[in-house]
């Protein structure tokens, strides 16, 4: 994750970037993918493309990318981006 956030140029601002490697924050906010997906991908147990909207430890918002037949939200992942985030963070 230090090297993803040195990549993208956050190290050391405010975001936080962190793992989930045993799920156990997948598994608590109820976002393990469970669609059976193509056969081979590896999508059953992995996380959901989301984003929380987190202030004070009170959640205002989570917003999912996925769809019917896109459960990893790859076709359109434009809920979970950051414009759509700046969105819910100012209304």
Known sequence: MQAWSE???I???FVTMMGD???ELTSALDMEMNHPGPPGVGI?????????HV?????KAVR???GP??????SDPSASLADAMLKVVKA
């Open 7 to 9: 990549d993208q140029g």
């Open 11 to 13: 190290d050391g601002t």
């Open 21 to 23: 490697p045993t799920r």
């Open 44 to 52: 059953i147990g992995r996380c959901k493309r989301f984003a929380l």
């Open 55 to 59: 202030n004070d430890g009170t959640v």
């Open 64 to 66: 999912v990318s996925e």
């Open 69 to 74: 037949d896109d459960p990893a939200g790859d």
